[in-house]
């Protein structure tokens, strides 16, 4: 750990949790080809010093790395890690606000999996979770990491009136809970916050508060963190023109114990593959539907009735899905371990049914 400026770690701060990404990332040529780099490769100490005359007068931060990664890495103790770290630092009295700087490429994944393990601790809490990256390396003339990062420890250090602690993002001058971050363009500065519903970082909307505020009403109780050797394999299956039976009967060979299914238009699937995930279904494997197509909602029994058991995902995109059937999956097998009778579609229901931000 270290602290920006010299502080103890019992005086209050706001902690910056590093994990890498292209915030953090070095191109060897950046003037010719800023785009080909490699992400991680700078400490997030180093990346808080080199903001350090900007960051505002007396904002005293402490930084952790976490881990240093290209964000298509990310594993699932990754995700352990990071959740006990923000429940530690929520809990931490000295602690004011938490910013994490991450990959861009799985923000969405680790963006509900925040909200689904720590929303209501950060909301009770009252302190902000932020979340930000870059699209351009560390060194990339013009690159926006430096930007993103003061705009969130603003964010996260700041008295913004009415905005309740939370899991947030912010990205190119916007904030978002960070359970709406999709990156849906691989370039653009704006890429992971493009799509969703969010604010300007200088201006809250009231529109958009107010829906941060209905999903916050809406999330009772967070999830358990699944312990290191206690995440559900699950996996995503997209379903394709062409697409075949031996793809899903692959699985049922294995020890999967949840599928995602990306469907095509409303979330439907191959009619080949209809056999072979009911026999998923009756070997207790868990079955969600979503769709590919980037936006929208799956709706239970449309376009077909659903197989019994397998869930519509909502407005979950098939990443977000398959985070959610894990925590579902981990939080079913914990409750039923202490005498509760809750099924995975219990829990599961709980992220799909939070009300959308419009
Ligand atoms: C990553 O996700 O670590 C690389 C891409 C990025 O941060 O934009």
Request: proline fraction near 7%; charged fraction near 15%.
């Amino acid at each position: 750990m270290s602290s920006i400026p010299n502080i103890s770690e019992n005086a209050p701060h706001i902690l910056v949790l590093g994990m890498g990404g292209t915030i953090a990332g070095l191109a060897s040529h950046p003037e010719e080809n800023p785009l080909q780099y490699q992400a991680g490769q700078v400490g997030v100490e180093a990346l808080v010093q080199h903001i350090q005359s900007a960051i505002p007068q007396g904002l005293a931060l402490v930084s952790r790395q976490l881990a240093n990664i290209n964000s298509r890495n990310l594993s699932d103790a990754h995700l352990t890690a990071l959740g006990l770290a923000v429940k530690e630092a929520l809990l931490d009295a000295s602690v004011r606000g938490i910013v994490i700087t991450h990959g861009t490429d799985t923000l969405e994944e680790t963006g509900l999996f925040l909200q689904a393990t720590c929303g209501k601790l950060a909301q009770t809490q009252a302190k902000r979770v932020i979340l930000t990256g870059a699209m351009l390396p560390s060194n990339a003339p013009g690159a926006d990491g430096p930007s993103n990062l003061l705009d969130a420890l603003r964010w996260a250090s700041t008295a913004i009136e009415n905005c309740p602690g939370g899991i947030y993002a912010v990205m190119d001058g916007r904030g978002c809970m960070a359970m709406d971050l999709a990156k849906r363009h691989a370039t653009a500065l704006n890429a992971p916050i493009q799509n969703s519903p969010s604010s300007s970082v200088g201006l809250i909307n009231p529109s958009w508060l107010s829906g941060v505020k209905a999903v916050q009403a809406a999330w009772n109780e967070d999830l358990p963190i699944p312990q290191l050797d206690k995440w559900p394999w699950v996996e995503i299956l997209t379903s394709h023109a062409g697409a075949r039976p031996e793809t899903v009967n692959q699985w049922l060979k294995s020890d999967v114990q949840g599928l995602v299914v990306a469907g095509s238009g409303q979330g439907g699937f191959h009619d080949d593959w209809a056999a072979p995930l009911s026999k998923a279904i009756s070997q207790s494997i868990a079955l969600v539907r979503t769709s590919r197509t980037g936006a929208g909602t799956t709706l239970p029994n449309i376009p077909e009735t659903d197989p019994p058991g397998c869930l519509a995902a909502g407005v979950l995109s098939a990443p977000r899905a398959r985070i959610a059937l894990q925590l579902a999956l981990n939080a079913a097998e914990e409750a039923n371990l202490a005498g509760k009778p809750l099924t995975w579609q219990d829990f599961f229901a709980r992220i799909a049914d939070l009300p959308e931000i419009r």
